[in-house]
């Protein structure tokens, strides 16, 4: 286990410099996330009352779909050159692979809310009425839990066939309580009305459960034959 | 057991039938609710039977990742398919008594909504087990049907969290069901357990023996001496 740490950083330094040499995921997050904004501001003509209640359903789901564009790309990218392969019989630990995976997803997933969340201010005319800081542990837990589920089902879902669609198929029924306890809890912060406790708790089960699950789990993953 | 299996499908169909007899001729008719009541004899026993066959599938695919034996996977798809089958008509029996009691058909309460997201997630594992058909498919499907089962308690309390509307069971302290109603409701519940076992049991027959045959036809390719004894090699089912 002495080398789970080096691989980690490693594979997610390598990521890293990948993603800032080509921005391939970055950019077509953005412009579909951006995309997904106007295209919820044609549907829905809310005033300043109504979208402090919809636009944390709104918002969550611009992220779910950009998302799945950048999950999309991250194991595709290890499949040319057999680079899959070679992690396979490398004796690297297969759970510090999918850590980084997971981490370097999450970073730039959190790089798009950073972009497009004062967006979407600007867009719905938004203002917290209730503890605006909390939208950020609420913001992190949630793209965590959409991120570590997400990069565990695209590499499940990698040598399916048309595995681009397989993907939101596997993640989104799995994805429900997450996506329920982001959306209510910034609802609630948007709108004051109460407390986001139970929800914020709930998405720190829900990522701790399936943190778990993934990293116990993704060896069998990749090793399946 | 080869020769158990038709009686026992004959005891089945005698169980449904007289569970139908007691359900719909019986049973007295419910003060407030009417008629529509009498599918109650048929929504719960369906959906305790999804529910056995969703942790079946949970059991056979805990122990192929555990010790890889093709059996289990076999049981995992045929309990899977069947379990899709009757938690449909537990989705679908459902509405159709709510809407005359409730006046809505559907409402976010916390058993339905649980159901619901059950039902997507074995969806799901139905359709991956159709998208990939690789040797690999079945521990891809049993990973998945552990992340089902780990979601399902979240699901729960995610919804639990808001009011529940369901009625709570009926059964157990203070019941309120009357004796010829409790007696038309066991035995259909009785009725329905072993139906969905028989199916289960019928569908896992069958992909074992589809598993035979693909075996029986790679060798055959190969040019090998037909049939093996055993059919513990793991088969790829690309072969077709």
Redesign the interface.
């Known amino acids: 286990m002495s080398s789970f740490w080096p691989v980690v950083s490693a594979t997610l330094a390598k990521d890293i410099r990948l993603e800032w040499r080509s921005k391939d995921a970055l950019n077509s997050m953005l412009f579909f996330s951006l995309l997904v904004v106007v295209i919820f501001s044609f549907s829905f003509d809310p005033n300043a009352e109504e979208s402090r209640q919809i636009a944390g359903g709104l918002i969550w789901v611009a992220f779910l779909f950009a998302t799945v564009v950048a999950l999309n790309q991250t194991w595709a990218r290890e499949l040319k050159n057999q680079v899959l392969d070679a992690y396979r019989v490398s004796p690297a630990p297969p759970n510090g692979l999918f850590l980084a995976k997971a981490l370097g997803n999450f970073i730039f997933v959190i790089l798009l809310e950073a972009v497009m969340a004062p967006l979407f201010i600007v867009f719905y005319n938004l203002r917290a009425l209730g503890p605006a800081w909390q939208l950020i542990p609420v913001g992190m837990l949630g793209t965590w839990a959409l991120v570590v589920?997400g990069t565990?089902f695209a590499a499940?879902?990698l040598?399916?066939?048309?595995r681009e669609?397989?993907l939101p198929?596997?993640l989104?029924?799995?994805s429900?309580?997450?996506v329920?306890?982001m959306v209510e809890a910034t609802r609630i912060l948007l709108a004051g009305d109460g407390s986001a406790r139970?929800w914020i708790v709930?998405l720190l089960?829900?990522d701790v459960?399936?943190t778990t699950?993934s990293l116990a789990?993704f060896g069998?993953?990749l090793h399946?034959? | 057991m080869k020769r158990a299996f038709p009686i026992l499908w004959v005891v089945t169909v005698l169980l449904l039938a007289y569970g139908l007899y007691q359900a719909l001729v019986v049973a007295p008719t419910e003060a407030t609710m009417g008629p529509v009541q009498r599918i109650f004899y048929y929504h719960v026993p369906c959906a305790w039977t999804a529910f056995c066959l969703f942790f079946t599938n949970l059991f056979a695919s805990v122990v192929y990742?555990i010790w890889k034996n093709n059996k289990a996977d076999s049981l995992a798809v045929a309990s899977a398919e069947v379990g899709v089958m009757f938690c449909t008509i537990v989705l679908i029996t459902g509405p159709i008594w709510a809407r005359p009691v409730w006046g809505i058909w559907w409402t976010w309460d916390v058993r339905l909504t649980t159901t619901l997201?059950l039902w997507?997630?074995y969806?799901?594992y139905l359709?991956?087990r159709r998208?990939?058909?690789?040797?690999?498919t079945p521990?891809?499907a049993a990973?998945?049907a552990?992340?089902?089962a780990?979601?399902v308690p979240?699901?729960y309390?995610?919804?639990w969290?808001f009011r529940t509307q369901h009625p709570q069971p009926v059964m157990g302290k203070g019941g309120s069901l009357a004796p010829a109603m409790l007696h038309a409701f066991l035995i259909n519940l009785l009725a329905f357990s072993v139906f969905g076992a028989m199916i289960c049991w019928s569908r896992f027959r069958l992909e074992t023996l589809k598993r035979e045959v693909e075996q029986a036809h790679a060798m055959e390719s190969l040019g090998g001496p037909g049939v093996p004894e055993t059919t513990s090699l793991p088969l790829s089912r690309s072969a077709r």
């Open positions: 589920n565990f499940l879902s040598r399916t066939r048309s669609i397989m198929l596997l989104f029924p799995i429900i309580p997450a329920q306890a139970f709930l089960t829900y459960v399936f699950a789990l069998t993953i399946a034959e | 990742l997201v997507l997630i969806v799901s359709m991956l998208f990939s058909d690789t040797a690999q521990v891809l990973v998945l552990v992340f089902g780990l979601d979240l699901v309390f995610s919804i969290f």
